[in-house]
Structures are given as structure tokens and as C-alpha cells.
């Protein structure tokens, strides 16, 4: 299973991101996938995650700004951040499993995140 993360970079506050990952070689190992942000001192956690029947989990911080969706044709899960605030900034991973409330035992490299004020 590899999952190939992209889509970070440096923005505004205010400003939009899009994150994508794409999973490959998965076969029946995943059927949810997330992602995670760590920042520098920091414990690893959830922002978002998605099942593939579309169910969807976010952390309380980006609710309302942040949007999850997945296209399983191409086995492929989208992070669109909006509004994105300087607390925002982490180094974001790509995460795949088969629960919505459990970490996957899959990961993608991390995508760098910076938001300036």
C-alpha cells in the first residue's frame, strides 16, 4: 500500500489550500481515509477523515472551514482547507484504514502546511 500525498505550501491567513493523496495498491486494506496534522511540539492528530461511503469525521478546530471528500475511482482523497489560520500550520499526513475512529495503519509522507498572519 503506498499513499502519495500533495498539495501544501505557503498562504495567507484567510487563504485556501487543497490537499490530495492518492492511494495505490490498497486492495481491500482501506476503506477510510484521513488525514493527520502534527505540528512542532505537538501530538500527531485527526483533522478529517472519510469513509467510502462517504461518512465523515473532523476535528472541532476546522469544522465549518475544512472540507473531506474522496473520489474511489480513483482511489483518491481531497482536503480542501479554507479560511486557513495561522494555527493551521503543521505538517499534514495522509492517512489510511479501515475505521472511522481508529488511526489506519497506513501513511503517506507528510505535506508541509505554513499559514502566515
Known amino acids: 500500500v503506498q499513499l502519495q500525498a500533495s498539495g501544501g505550501g505557503l498562504v495567507q491567513s484567510g487563504g485556501s489550500l487543497r490537499l490530495s493523496c492518492a492511494a495505490s495498491?490498497?486492495?481491500?486494506?482501506?476503506?477510510?481515509m484521513g488525514w493527520y496534522r502534527q505540528a512542532p511540539g505537538n501530538q500527531r492528530e485527526l483533522v478529517a477523515a472519510?469513509?467510502?461511503?462517504?461518512?465523515?469525521r473532523y476535528v472541532e478546530s476546522v469544522k465549518g472551514r475544512f472540507t473531506i471528500s474522496r473520489d474511489n475511482a480513483k482511489n483518491t482523497v481531497y482536503l480542501q482547507m479554507n479560511n486557513l489560520k495561522p494555527e493551521d500550520s503543521a505538517v499534514y499526513f495522509c492517512?489510511?484504514?479501515?475505521?472511522?475512529?481508529?488511526?489506519?495503519?497506513?501513511w503517506g509522507q507528510g505535506t508541509q502546511v505554513t499559514v502566515s498572519s
Open positions: 492517512n489510511g484504514g479501515r475505521s472511522l475512529y481508529l488511526r489506519g495503519e497506513y
Open positions: 495498491g490498497t486492495g481491500d486494506s482501506i476503506n477510510v
Open positions: 472519510i469513509t467510502d461511503g462517504g461518512d465523515t
